[in-house]
């Protein structure tokens, strides 16, 4: 632009010049007021000296005549795209004169890179707290560190980019780049079975909050319903009885005609907390560990996945002195996800009368009450109430 003035030098609107107006105003320390004394205090123009705003019509100290909002630099683009207001890296000026953005308190211009101050967000802690140090900009190596956002406060070795680079691209917040895909301390990956809400595009990701399970209960998040942890449903939703997930679940836990409640420690190690030892800490399926009462009379009671039976297990006469009863017709070995019509009739764990030598063939149901008085009513009936049926010892009163 060739410009000749008997006020201003020959440059003052060539913006690739030295003397081009925008940079001298910034050499003098952005001293508006100095124009202000010919061209206005509004910047309108006075007799001789013309108005600024035929070329910055929002007035040459509104917010995007020195920089856009955001500048086209780094990272602040995608940081825009994520909906992060600028108050979240910097203090946000209120005017361009406001302290500490070009001038500091006593008006003294402020020389330097732009100022990064970190807000609420990377400052953000889970609960429990594991901040060890407040988040923190490096403008010389161009990182941030310990910014809540990046998985800073996290500190999952697993993470290969828990200190991201302003300039280093989309490629450091793949999954895997904050936190580990699955995080180091996970033996499972399959996100959405433990953290069914928490996709990266949902408002519960990056919200200070570890997401776990559904939200419907500290237990029943991921199976199980509000009647009972247990499935239904699986960890895959399952609610069919068929399923391995489901199989007889609820008719041990219900009790009912034979005996009470069976606890979920008869089968399971169970965790009192999500975290412990045992629950989460190895790969699926779930670990059927037999208890006291499944165990009694058997060293060697089994659950079997493939054919989805259990063998050699007391309550169903699989201990070793009701698996010496020879009458006939039993289903020692039941399976899991049949329906309980097929291992739970008098007769399925043990003979009816067994085939002993307390016992003969002729003895019937009805009988059953002279000699097992506490375990059976006079029609057959288990005494459920009495809790002598199933419950590890042969009772005879
Ligand atoms: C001493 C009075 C005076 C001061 C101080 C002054 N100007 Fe000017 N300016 C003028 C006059 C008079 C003109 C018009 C005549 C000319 O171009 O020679 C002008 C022209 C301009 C133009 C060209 C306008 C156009 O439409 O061509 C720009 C840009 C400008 N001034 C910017 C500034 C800036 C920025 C400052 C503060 C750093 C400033 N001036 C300070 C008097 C002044
Ligand atoms: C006169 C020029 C100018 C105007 C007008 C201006 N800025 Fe700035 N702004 C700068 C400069 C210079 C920097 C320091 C960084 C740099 O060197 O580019 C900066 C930095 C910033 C920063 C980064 C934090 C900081 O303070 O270093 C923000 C945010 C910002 N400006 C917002 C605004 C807002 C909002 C407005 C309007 C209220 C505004 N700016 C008006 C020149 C300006
Ligand atoms: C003839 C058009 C024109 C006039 C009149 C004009 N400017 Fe500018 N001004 C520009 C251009 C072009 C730029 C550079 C914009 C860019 O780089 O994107 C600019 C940039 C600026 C900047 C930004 C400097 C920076 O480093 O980012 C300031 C501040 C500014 N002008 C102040 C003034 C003031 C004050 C006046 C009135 C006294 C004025 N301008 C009048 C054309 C003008
Ligand atoms: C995620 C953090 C973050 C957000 C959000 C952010 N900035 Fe920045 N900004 C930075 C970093 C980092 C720098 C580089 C600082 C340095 O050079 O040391 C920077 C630099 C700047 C600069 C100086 C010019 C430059 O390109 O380096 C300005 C001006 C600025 N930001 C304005 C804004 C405005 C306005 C917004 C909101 C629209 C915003 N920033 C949002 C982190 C952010
Ligand atoms: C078997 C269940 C399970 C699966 C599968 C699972 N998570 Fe987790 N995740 C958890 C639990 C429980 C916690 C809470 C751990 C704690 O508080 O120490 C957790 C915590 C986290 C955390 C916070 C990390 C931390 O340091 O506390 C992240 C991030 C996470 N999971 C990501 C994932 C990703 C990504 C996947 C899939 C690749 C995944 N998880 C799969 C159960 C799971
Ligand atoms: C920019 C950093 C960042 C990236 C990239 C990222 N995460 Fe996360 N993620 C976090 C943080 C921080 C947490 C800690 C919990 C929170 O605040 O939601 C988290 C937590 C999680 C959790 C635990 C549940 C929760 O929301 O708390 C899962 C699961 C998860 N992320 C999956 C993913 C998947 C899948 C991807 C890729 C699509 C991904 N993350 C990419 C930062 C990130
Ligand atoms: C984050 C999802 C999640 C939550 C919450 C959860 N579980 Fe689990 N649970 C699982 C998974 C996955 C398995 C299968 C574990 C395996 O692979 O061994 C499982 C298995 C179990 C088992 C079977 C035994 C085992 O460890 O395999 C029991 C019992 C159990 N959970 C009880 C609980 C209890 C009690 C709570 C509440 C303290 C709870 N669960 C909370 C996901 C969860
Ligand atoms: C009678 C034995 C028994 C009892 C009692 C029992 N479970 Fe299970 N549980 C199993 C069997 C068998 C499986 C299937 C294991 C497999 O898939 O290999 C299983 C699987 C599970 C699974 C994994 C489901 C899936 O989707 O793969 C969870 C969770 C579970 N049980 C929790 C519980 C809880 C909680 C209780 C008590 C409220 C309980 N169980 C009581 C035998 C039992
Ligand atoms: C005449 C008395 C008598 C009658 C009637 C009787 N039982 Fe028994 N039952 C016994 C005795 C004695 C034992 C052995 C107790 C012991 O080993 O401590 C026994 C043991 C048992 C056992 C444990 C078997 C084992 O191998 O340890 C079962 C099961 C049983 N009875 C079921 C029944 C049923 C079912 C009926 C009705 C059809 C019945 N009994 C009728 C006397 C009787
Ligand atoms: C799921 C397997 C199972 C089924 C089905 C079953 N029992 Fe038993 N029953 C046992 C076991 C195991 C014992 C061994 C003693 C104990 O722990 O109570 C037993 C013992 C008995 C005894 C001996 C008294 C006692 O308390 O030990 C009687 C009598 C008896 N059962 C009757 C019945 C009758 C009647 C039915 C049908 C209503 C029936 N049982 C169905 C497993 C079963």
Redesign the pocket.
């Known amino acids: 632009m060739t410009y000749s003035?008997?006020?201003?030098p020959a440059g003052?609107?060539d913006p690739a010049s030295d003397a081009f107006?925008g940079k001298?105003?910034a050499r003098?320390g952005w001293s508006f007021a100095?124009?202000q004394?010919?061209?206005g205090d509004d910047f309108a123009g006075k007799p001789?000296?013309?108005s600024?705003l035929?070329c910055h019509a929002k007035g040459p100290t509104s917010c995007d005549t020195c920089h856009a909002l955001p500048p086209p630099t780094g990272a602040h683009d995608a940081h825009r795209t994520q909906g992060l207001a600028c108050g979240e890296c910097h203090v946000v000026p209120a005017t361009w004169d406001s302290p500490g953005h070009l001038l500091d308190a006593d008006g003294t211009p402020l020389t330097g890179r732009a100022r990064v101050t970190f807000g609420a967000l990377a400052n953000r802690d889970v609960t429990p707290p594991r901040r060890t140090a407040p988040a923190t900009w490096d403008s010389t190596a161009g990182t941030c560190a310990n910014v809540y956002c990046h998985g800073g406060v996290l500190a999952d070795p697993a993470a290969t980019h828990a200190q991201p680079s302003w300039t280093g691209g989309p490629s450091q917040v793949a999954c895997g780049g904050c936190h580990g895909n699955p995080p180091a301390s996970h033996a499972q990956r399959e996100c959405a079975m433990c953290h069914p809400n928490a996709g990266a595009a949902t408002p519960r990701h990056i919200d200070g909050v570890i997401d776990i399970g559904d939200g419907s209960g500290v237990c029943t998040g991921c199976h199980g319903d509000a009647s009972s942890p247990a499935p239904p449903r699986g960890l895959h939703g399952e609610t069919d009885r068929s399923t391995l997930a489901v199989g007889a679940h609820r008719a041990h836990l219900a009790g009912g005609v034979l005996r009470g409640p069976i606890a979920c420690t008869e089968c399971h190690v169970v965790p009192q907390n999500v975290t412990d030892p045992g629950h989460l800490d190895s790969a699926l399926p779930a670990e059927v560990r037999f208890g006291a009462l499944a165990t009694s009379d058997s060293a060697t009671a089994t659950w079997d996945r493939t054919r989805a039976t259990c063998t050699n297990v007391y309550c169903h006469g699989g201990g070793v002195s009701l698996a010496a009863d020879t009458a006939s017709g039993k289903n020692q070995v039941p399976v899991w996800t049949a329906d309980a019509a097929s291992s739970a009739y008098c007769g399925a764990c043990h003979g009816l009368p067994p085939g002993d030598a307390s016992h003969t063939p002729a003895m019937k149901l009805t009988d059953c009450a002279t000699c097992h008085p506490g375990t059976v009513g006079p029609f057959g009936n288990i005494l459920v109430g009495n809790g002598k049926h199933i419950n590890g010892s042969v009772d005879l009163q």
């Not at 003035?5 to 201003?8: A, E, I």
């Open positions: 003035s008997t006020v201003h003052w609107l107006h001298d105003l003098r100095t124009c004394r010919c061209h001789g000296a013309p600024c035929t």
